[in-house]
C-alpha cells in the first residue's frame, strides 16, 4: 500500500473533523499543524468561543444547505450514542418577525423542517412575535467536543504539533514522518484572510459576544434580529438574542451579536448588559422571576467568527507546488456544517491522490521564498 502524507493546517472543528473523516482512510498518514490546539483561548481561535448548536440558516437548494444537511446524522448520533461527546439533544424554540423570513432559521416552513419534533407553535405561545418553531435539536459543549475529537484523531494514528507557518506551502514540511507531505488541507479560519500563499481578501471578522452562566433554561431558544432594539427603540441588525445549555454541567451561553470588520477582544460590559437583559426576558426561569440580580456569570466572552463573503471555500489548488485543498470561511456555522465540508474535502483529497497528482519523485516544494527552503518529494 502507497503511504500518502497529509498536513492538515489548523486544529479548529473544521481541522479536527476534517482529519478524523481522512483518518478513515489507512492509505494515509496525517498530522494536524496548528499554532493554536483545544485548550488554548485566543482571539485568533474562534472554535472554543462558539455555543454551539445546530440551528441552520443556509438558503435551501444551496451547497451550504448541502454541507448542513449531511452534518445532522452525524451530531445526531454522537447526542444519541456517545454523551462522552459533550454533545446532548435540547428542545429548540425559535422566534420570528416577519421582515426576517428571507434568513431560513426564521422561516415557518424551512428545509430542515425534517429535524425531530418540528412544529410550528400556536398564537398563544408567541411572546409578540409574529410566528415561532419547536423542533429538537443539540447543544455542543465545546470544551469537551474539541479535546474528544483530538481523542478521536489520535486513536486513529493522527499525529499533532504545534506550528505556525509562514507561507501555507510551509505546511508540506511538518508532516510528522520528517518527510514532505503531498498534500496540504488549509483550515486556518480567520487567518486565510493573511496567511501568505491564500490572503483571501474575502475573509472578514464578525464579532461575536457571550455571556456564559450557571443558570437552567428550560429550552434552547432564540429570536431574530430585528426583536433586538438600539438605544432609540429603532431595530439594531447587528445584535440578536439567543440561550442555549451546553452538555455536561458547561453551563448555559447567552447571546448575541454580529458584528462585521470589529475585531476588539475585549468584552463590552454594556452590550453584556443587554444580553443577558434580552436572556432573561425571553427565558425568565433562567432566574426563577429573580431577573437578570438572578442570573450567576462564570465569565464573558468574545470571538471572532471566520466569515467569508461569497461562503466557505472548498476547493484544490497548486500553491509553489504544493497541492492545496482549502475548507475555511465556514463563519459562525463551523460545527453544524463540519462533517458536511469534510466530507468534500475529502472527496478533493481522493481526486489529488488518485490522478498522482504531486506523487511524483523529486517534485520540488518551494515555500519561504526568499529563505531558501526547498525539499523534494
Same mark, same amino acid.
Given at each position: 500500500?502507497?503511504?500518502?502524507?497529509?498536513?492538515?493546517?489548523?486544529?479548529?472543528?473544521?481541522?479536527?473533523?476534517?482529519?478524523?473523516? =481522512?483518518?478513515?482512510?489507512?492509505?494515509?498518514?496525517?498530522?494536524?499543524?496548528?499554532?493554536?490546539?483545544?485548550?488554548?483561548?485566543?482571539?485568533?481561535?474562534?472554535?472554543?468561543?462558539?455555543?454551539?448548536?445546530?440551528?441552520?440558516?443556509?438558503?435551501?437548494?444551496?451547497?451550504?444547505?448541502?454541507?448542513?444537511?449531511?452534518?445532522?446524522?452525524?451530531?445526531?448520533?454522537?447526542?444519541?450514542?456517545?454523551?462522552?461527546?459533550?454533545? #446532548?439533544?435540547?428542545?429548540?424554540?425559535?422566534?420570528?418577525?416577519?421582515?426576517?423570513?428571507?434568513?431560513?432559521?426564521?422561516?415557518?416552513?424551512?428545509?430542515?423542517?425534517? &429535524?425531530?419534533?418540528?412544529?410550528?407553535?400556536?398564537?398563544?405561545?408567541?411572546?409578540?412575535?409574529?410566528?415561532?418553531?419547536?423542533?429538537?435539536?443539540?447543544?455542543?459543549?465545546?470544551?469537551?467536543?474539541?479535546?474528544?475529537?483530538?481523542?478521536?484523531? &489520535?486513536?486513529?494514528?493522527? #499525529?499533532?504539533?504545534?506550528?505556525?507557518?509562514?507561507?501555507?506551502?510551509?505546511?508540506?514540511?511538518?508532516?510528522?514522518?520528517?518527510?514532505?507531505?503531498?498534500?496540504?488541507?488549509?483550515?486556518?479560519?480567520?487567518?486565510?484572510?493573511?496567511?501568505?500563499?491564500?490572503?483571501?481578501?474575502?475573509?472578514?471578522?464578525?464579532?461575536?459576544?457571550?455571556? =456564559?452562566?450557571?443558570?437552567?433554561?428550560?429550552?434552547?431558544?432564540?429570536?431574530?434580529?430585528?426583536?433586538?432594539?438600539?438605544?432609540?427603540?429603532?431595530?439594531?441588525?447587528?445584535?440578536?438574542?439567543?440561550?442555549?445549555?451546553?452538555?455536561?454541567?458547561?453551563?448555559?451561553?447567552?447571546?448575541?451579536?454580529?458584528?462585521?470588520?470589529?475585531?476588539?477582544?475585549?468584552?463590552?460590559?454594556?452590550?453584556?448588559?443587554?444580553?443577558?437583559?434580552?436572556?432573561?426576558?425571553?427565558?425568565?426561569? =433562567?432566574?426563577?422571576?429573580?431577573?437578570?440580580?438572578? =442570573?450567576?456569570?462564570?465569565? #464573558?466572552?468574545?470571538?471572532?467568527?471566520?466569515?467569508?463573503?461569497?461562503?466557505?471555500?472548498?476547493?484544490?489548488?497548486?500553491?509553489?507546488?504544493?497541492?492545496?485543498? #482549502?475548507?475555511?470561511?465556514?463563519?459562525?456555522?463551523?460545527?453544524?456544517?463540519?462533517?458536511?465540508?469534510?466530507?468534500?474535502?475529502?472527496?478533493?483529497?481522493?481526486?489529488?491522490?488518485?490522478?498522482?497528482?504531486?506523487?511524483?519523485?523529486?517534485?520540488?516544494?518551494?515555500?519561504?521564498?526568499?529563505?531558501?527552503?526547498?525539499?523534494?518529494?
Amino acid at each position: 500500500m502507497v503511504e500518502s502524507r497529509i498536513v492538515v493546517v489548523g486544529a479548529g472543528v473544521s481541522g479536527l473533523t476534517t482529519a478524523l473523516l =481522512l483518518s478513515k482512510n489507512p492509505a494515509y498518514s496525517i498530522t494536524v499543524a496548528a499554532k493554536h490546539m483545544p485548550g488554548d483561548y485566543d482571539i485568533e481561535y474562534a472554535s472554543p468561543w462558539a455555543g454551539a448548536n445546530y440551528l441552520p440558516v443556509s438558503e435551501a437548494g444551496s451547497a451550504a444547505a448541502d454541507n448542513d444537511r449531511n452534518t445532522w446524522p452525524e451530531l445526531e448520533r454522537l447526542a444519541r450514542d456517545h454523551p462522552e461527546s459533550g454533545i #446532548h439533544f435540547q428542545e429548540t424554540v425559535i422566534y420570528s418577525k416577519k421582515e426576517d423570513t428571507a434568513n431560513e432559521l426564521f422561516k415557518p416552513d424551512p428545509w430542515f423542517k425534517t &429535524l425531530p419534533n418540528f412544529k410550528l407553535l400556536p398564537p398563544s405561545h408567541l411572546k409578540g412575535y409574529d410566528h415561532a418553531t419547536t423542533f429538537t435539536s443539540v447543544c455542543i459543549n465545546t470544551s469537551i467536543y474539541l479535546p474528544y475529537l483530538v481523542s478521536l484523531c &489520535l486513536g486513529a494514528g493522527v #499525529h499533532f504539533q504545534r506550528a505556525v507557518l509562514p507561507h501555507i506551502a510551509s505546511g508540506a514540511l511538518h508532516h510528522h514522518s520528517g518527510r514532505p507531505a503531498h498534500l496540504v488541507i488549509n483550515c486556518t479560519g480567520l487567518a486565510a484572510g493573511t496567511l501568505p500563499g491564500v490572503q483571501d481578501r474575502a475573509m472578514v471578522p464578525v464579532r461575536g459576544q457571550t455571556v =456564559l452562566v450557571r443558570n437552567t433554561p428550560a429550552v434552547m431558544a432564540a429570536t431574530s434580529r430585528t426583536a433586538a432594539t438600539a438605544a432609540d427603540g429603532t431595530p439594531d441588525p447587528s445584535e440578536m438574542c439567543y440561550v442555549m445549555q451546553r452538555a455536561a454541567g458547561g453551563g448555559t451561553l447567552l447571546g448575541g451579536c454580529a458584528q462585521v470588520g470589529n475585531w476588539d477582544p475585549a468584552p463590552d460590559l454594556e452590550l453584556a448588559a443587554k444580553i443577558m437583559r434580552r436572556a432573561v426576558e425571553l427565558c425568565p426561569e =433562567l432566574t426563577g422571576g429573580k431577573g437578570v440580580d438572578g =442570573l450567576s456569570v462564570i465569565r #464573558h466572552g468574545v470571538g471572532l467568527r471566520p466569515v467569508r463573503t461569497g461562503g466557505v471555500r472548498i476547493e484544490r489548488e497548486c500553491v509553489r507546488g504544493v497541492w492545496v485543498v #482549502h475548507n475555511y470561511g465556514h463563519g459562525g456555522f463551523g460545527y453544524q456544517s463540519s462533517y458536511g465540508c469534510a466530507g468534500r474535502v475529502v472527496g478533493l483529497v481522493g481526486e489529488v491522490l488518485g490522478e498522482g497528482v504531486g506523487m511524483g519523485e523529486g517534485m520540488e516544494v518551494e515555500v519561504g521564498k526568499g529563505k531558501g527552503v526547498k525539499a523534494k518529494l
